[in-house]
C-alpha cells in the first residue's frame, strides 16, 4: 500500500499550491481519499476528503472557499488545489485513505508520508 503525495513547498500568503497524491497496492474503490494536516504543536486535523463518487465531500471551516479537492478513480489520484494560501495553513499534509467514505475524525486505514506546506507571511 502507498499512498505518494507531492506538490508542497514554500509560498508567500495569498499564493497558491496544489498537492496530488497517487494511490497503490489497494483498491481505491471503498475509501473516502483526503488530506490531514498538522502543524507544530497543534492537533491533527481533517483538511478535506472526498467519496468515490464525488457525492460526500469534507472541508474544515477554515479552508472552505479557499481549497478544491478533486479525484480521478481511472489514475487512482486525489488533488488539491489551495488557494489563497495564509500562514496558519503551514502545516505537514499527509494524504490519506478512509475506509467507507469520508468521515470528519483525523483517523485513517493508510496514509501517505507527508508533504510540507509552508506560507510566509
Known amino acids: 500500500v502507498q499512498l505518494q503525495a507531492s506538490g508542497g513547498g514554500l509560498v508567500q500568503a495569498g499564493g497558491s499550491l496544489r498537492l496530488s497524491c497517487a494511490a497503490s497496492g489497494f483498491t481505491t474503490d471503498y475509501y473516502g481519499l483526503g488530506w490531514f494536516r498538522q502543524a507544530p504543536g497543534k492537533e491533527r486535523e481533517v483538511v478535506s476528503c472526498?467519496?468515490?463518487?464525488?457525492?460526500?465531500?469534507i472541508y474544515a471551516e477554515s479552508v472552505k472557499g479557499r481549497f478544491t479537492i478533486s479525484r480521478d478513480n481511472a489514475k487512482n489520484t486525489v488533488d488539491l488545489q489551495m488557494n489563497s494560501l495564509k500562514p496558519e495553513d503551514t502545516a505537514v499534509y499527509y494524504c490519506?485513505?478512509?475506509?467507507?467514505?469520508?468521515?470528519?475524525?483525523?483517523?485513517?486505514?493508510?496514509w501517505g508520508q507527508g508533504t510540507q506546506v509552508t506560507v510566509s507571511s
Open positions: 472526498i467519496s468515490l463518487n464525488g457525492g460526500n465531500i
Open positions: 490519506v485513505a478512509q475506509g467507507y467514505g469520508c468521515f470528519d475524525v483525523p483517523s485513517a486505514d493508510f
